[in-house]
């Protein structure tokens, strides 16, 4: 589904930097950890530095990753950067330049470079002693994004230190909105407030006052997990009744595929299953814009 470069494969493939700095005792040498991220929420890193005390020079880089290809390579990368510098100028590596090192991220991967710059400051801050001012507030404030645990002041935090100006660059950036989408609003509007704009046009899966649903601009992880809540709830129970089933496959742009399966790969209205009991959903509770097509059992590996 995901554009990867190929150095974003190569160091998810080949990393040389995982693994864990222990603190040896080695004369002149400390090692300082910075972590981030939650695993509960999907992605987490533990970065360990090797410090040379007289120059504050890091001599070595580990890391610890859970997550994606994008949290991998990104974690590699900042690793193979950040060695021979001071910290000083590590601490002027922003997550842009980690993802430039990879020839590029997709957008709805950017949060995994931002994860490693925000580890490096992390780290460094703790191997000085020194609480991280510019982040200190972001635990603090409001809770705007349950499902990924994400304050205003976080969000306002990313989107004045990136130049954000819409939701959908801060999901990109942090996760916040990716989940259930019910919080893009609020993103919004601390989006206005900030840059003092007006206010745009909530973005929701539907109006809670009237039910009816809104038109959106929905990024590629919202899109499916709201497909996947229509086929499991409205579509699938339907087609059990009658010995068949779909399974969500892939999506590319505004084209769904799903795979029939049970009686409906072999029904002779299979057209009509797909046109009317999916499609047919799908534009009304995801986007008017979307086509199902089926995918052919005998090419999938």
Request: with cysteine; charged share 25%; proline share 3%.
């Amino acid at each position: 589904m995901w554009d990867y470069t190929d150095k974003v494969l190569e160091l998810f493939y080949n990393p040389k930097n995982q693994g864990v700095l222990e603190d040896k005792g080695e004369p002149g040498i400390k090692i300082a950890t910075g972590e981030v991220g939650s695993i509960a929420c999907g992605d987490a890193l533990r970065l360990h530095l090797k410090v040379d005390v007289t120059d504050d020079r890091i001599v070595d880089a580990r890391f610890q990753t859970f997550g994606c290809t994008s949290a991998i390579a990104s974690s590699e990368a900042l690793a193979e950067i950040i060695k021979g510098k001071t910290l000083d100028e590590a601490l002027n590596i922003n997550n842009k330049n980690i993802a430039d090192y990879l020839g590029g991220l997709p957008e709805a991967k950017i949060h995994c470079s931002v994860m490693g710059q925000e580890a490096l400051e992390t780290a460094i801050f703790s191997y000085r002693g020194i609480k991280l001012e510019n982040h200190k507030d972001d635990d603090e404030g409001v809770l705007i994004c349950t499902c990924f645990g994400v304050s205003d002041n976080k969000i306002r935090r990313v989107v004045q230190e990136n130049k954000l100006v819409t939701a959908e660059e801060v999901t990109n950036h942090i996760k916040a909105g990716g989940g259930c989408g019910s919080c893009l609003s609020n993103i919004d509007d601390i989006i206005a407030e900030t840059w003092e704009k007006p206010t745009r046009i909530s973005i929701l899966p539907e109006d809670n006052n009237s039910g009816k649903r809104l038109s959106k601009t929905l990024t590629t992880v919202q899109k499916i997990i709201l497909i996947q809540k229509v086929l499991d709830e409205e579509v699938r129970p339907v087609l059990m009744n009658d010995g068949g089933d779909v399974e969500f496959y892939d999506i590319e742009g505004n084209t769904v595929r799903v795979l029939l399966k049970g009686a409906c790969s072999s029904c002779p209205s299979s057209i009509a299953t797909l046109k009317m009991a999916i499609e047919a959903r799908l534009k009304e509770h995801v986007g008017q814009n979307l086509v199902v097509e089926a995918v052919d059992p005998t090419s999938i590996k």
